[in-house]
């Protein structure tokens, strides 16, 4: 079981529950939707650990700068869709030729070993989701694994430079035999109601959420800058090995403390297979606009 240590001035929205008891209810989409955390209780995925051990991690090996970016991005199809040929190179595509020269030291046997245990990673991911938002219609996946570690990341909610008005479902897993460890604080609308009138928030109403996400982030969390400078509570959540979770990281602001490696599946789903198409971020955002503004024209009517 994760290990949670709650915060008392946080809002505790992480729920612990059985994948059969996901599946009962219907699903989950309503409590992701509504910015909660999902952690499947009494489940593990029964993941090939020392494949990824294995793997050199070093990604200062690979000297071109772009091809280091997109190992850094990996997505698991990558490893597992095509077999390594045994002519020279292996692959046409640069990018399988470094996965197996670099990470894999040119040992094909450890690159199918990694490739069908990513290859199951992937299959309990899509079974995850399907379980766990039966209703959406999802017309993009970014299926992404981090085989690198994570230390010490800023407070932030995730800002994919997308203005489209999407929606996104996310399953996550820790894929080392480590813990993989995230603090977790306040939700989009509870920091905005915060930070509203000293921050003068309302000049972003009606505008693409990532430059509120942006400013946030940056300004009053320190960004790049000021990195653990700032001082809002935090719930803590130590996931165990092969352990996963569900969550929207737009609405939830995170940080992850440790992981070595870990799966980040992101669908884009159609808005109107929701739970409640007015959940969608960007409605979320000009919900709260809307309602404070309200309450700055009653109290200067006062
Ligand atoms: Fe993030």
Known sequence: MALIIRHP??????????????????????????????????FR???????LRQLS?????????????????????????????????????PLRQTLLDTLC???????????AALRYAHDEALRIFAAAFPSYEA???????????TLFENLHWDDHSIDDDFHQARVF????????????????????????????????AGRDPNELLNYINGEVLGGMHK??????PRHRIAFDPGEVWLGESRLISHQIYYGEAALVYMWFVRAASMADPAN???????????????????AAAE
Do not use: C
Not at 30 to 42: A, P, R
Not at 139 to 145: A, E, F, K, N
């Open 57 to 93: 991690r070093s990604l200062d090996d690979i000297a071109d700068p772009q091809l280091r970016r997109h190992v850094k991005k990996l997505e698991a199809p990558q490893f597992f869709e095509q077999a390594p040929s045994w002519r020279k190179p292996a692959f046409r595509d």
């Open 9 to 42: 001035d946080v809002e505790d929205y992480i729920v612990e529950m059985s994948l059969p008891d996901v599946v009962s209810r219907g699903g989950v989409a309503d409590l992701v939707e509504t910015g909660h955390i999902v952690i499947l209780k009494d």
């Open 173 to 204: 897993a820790n894929l080392d035999e480590r813990p993989r460890i995230w603090h977790v604080s306040h939700r989009v609308p509870t920091i905005m109601r915060k930070l509203y009138e000293e921050h003068d928030l309302g000049r972003f």
């Open 139 to 149: 017309y993009r996946l970014v299926p992404s694994v981090r085989i690198t570690r």
């Open 45 to 51: 995925l029964q993941f090939d650990f020392g494949a």
């Open 280 to 298: 969608r971020f960007n409605a979320v955002v000009e919900e709260v606009h809307r309602s404070m503004s309200e309450q700055g024209n009653a």
């Open 227 to 232: 990195t653990w400078m700032d001082t809002q």
């Open 105 to 115: 030291r040119g040992d094909r046997k450890l690159f199918k070993r990694t490739a």
